[in-house]
């Protein structure tokens, strides 16, 4: 009897961190693979790769609209119908510039749509059919930026906040349910995303993928990646304002 392939769907599949997971998942074993991308060529040609890399993988390709309700709404509906899967990776995201963001609203209101309510309506989505179904792991990629708002991007860190928060009520709502949400909190990895940023004490994408993983495998409920950051963010969070306030971050 042939054993069931693994249904890992990827939001933002062409995410470097996003192409690192799938990687590693169909490297361990082939997966039926559901590739969602905001544009279908460059979505297409990260599964071509992995067709390559794993052969007995099926991978698909599909475009969504990220910044519509309803057509987020009909894509997870279209994918759950063929099947609900056993794990969500919702990955995208864009590091918007801060100064910029303050000077036109309209740009303010996309980072923070893209980073922060995109992401968390996928996971709604996605949500109501697992816990019908009574398992699965949803993963949805935030950010250390999320913990304390800094004047150099409290745009991208409110929208992560955001997902924190939404994250937990997840968790709250699905304990119990066979469900679990993992929430990863990246510190900075060398990706296309900070590509602009000096790259020294980044970490590589790779570990920040298998650490993504591992986390995902275990339904672990919070990751900080590399691990440093959970200490670094617990002293940056917690420092009192008239020290934090006088500090350029
Ligand atoms: N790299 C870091 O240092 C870091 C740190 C903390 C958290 N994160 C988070 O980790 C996740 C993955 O980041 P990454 O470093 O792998 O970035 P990346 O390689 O630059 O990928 C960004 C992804 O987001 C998609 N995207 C960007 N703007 C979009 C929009 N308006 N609508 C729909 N999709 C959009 C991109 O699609 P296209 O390919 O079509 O452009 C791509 O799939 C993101 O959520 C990011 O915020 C990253």
Redesign the pocket.
Known sequence: MSEQKKSIVIV???????EHCARLWAASQPAALTLL???LE?TEAVAADLRVRSPGSQVKALQAN??DPQQIRASVDAIAAAGVPDIVLI?????PDQAACQDDLALAA?ALQ??GI??ALFAEAFAGHMQRAGRGTLTI?????GERGRKSNYVYGAA?GLLTRYAEGLQHRLAGSGVNVVLV?????A????AHLPQRG?AS?ESVAAQIVAATAKGQPVLYTPGKWALIMLVIANLPRAIFNRMDI
């Open positions: 933002g599949a062409t995410s470097a961190m996003a991308g905001r544009n460059k990220f910044s990955a995208h995201g864009s590091l996309d893209v980073n995109s992401p990629l935030g950010s250390v930026a992560k909190k990246p510190g900075p990895t990706t296309p995303m900070t980044m994408v």
